[in-house]
């Protein structure tokens, strides 16, 4: 269980979303994974308040990555389509680390991410070693943030607005989306959004 993570949370207005989607996935997709350690990436969307909300999913080599070197020169050369796109997301979120626990090799479509503090930790793992035995759930994962790596100011950083960030994640991935809705309310969580899987990428390093 050496693997690191990086994932970002953002909103985007209906009428960027085509030039974010096209962004993400003909260039900002292969430039993050031209960077040593970086592993794959997943990007999921939901709807949120009239806007879509897309969350973005690295796999690392390790919880090292998200301060590299390599990595920060990148964010701090953002390329101009990078410059474009960046002011336009909303309720930026971010946060990198190490995976603290998996269960299920497999990837699903379907997910729910749940945010937690760090001091839950525990019991949150408890809940996934559960949550990872019923019927049509694929993997529970869980991840602690490196919250001192993962919010060092960048050039990127510089051009959004209002960025925050999260201490931990609970992520459930499951066949179909029923399980989830039923799975987070059983876990009496506030936010219940649940994500569709609509591009996966892998670096020739994995």
């Known amino acids: ?21 096209h962004w993400l996935t003909r260039e900002h997709a292969q430039e993050r994974l031209s960077v040593p350690g970086f592993l794959a990436m997943r990007v999921f969307r939901t709807d949120a308040q009239g806007r879509a909300r897309f969350l973005i999913f690295y796999r690392l080599r390790d919880a090292g990555v998200v301060a590299s070197e390599a990595y920060l020169a990148r964010l701090n050369a953002p390329t101009p389509w990078s410059q474009r796109v960046m002011p336009r997301l909303k309720n930026f979120m971010r946060g990198g680390g190490r995976i603290a626990f998996e269960s299920g090799a497999g990837e699903a479509m379907w997910i729910a991410p749940v945010l937690f503090a760090g001091d839950e930790l525990a019991n949150y793992l408890a809940a996934a070693s559960e949550i990872a035995k019923a019927d049509r759930i694929a993997a529970t994962r869980i991840f602690e943030v490196d919250r001192a790596a993962s919010e060092i100011k960048t050039n990127e950083k510089a051009m959004r607005e209002g960025d925050s960030a999260f201490e931990a994640m609970l992520l459930l991935e499951a066949l179909d989306e029923n399980v989830l809705a039923e799975g987070l309310a059983f876990m009496q969580v506030v936010d219940r959004s649940i994500y569709r899987q609509i591009f996966a990428l892998r670096s020739a390093q994995a």
Request: charged share 25%.
């Open 1 to 21: 269980m050496n693997h690191g993570f990086l994932a970002i949370f953002s909103d985007v207005d209906p009428a960027d979303e085509t030039d974010y989607l």
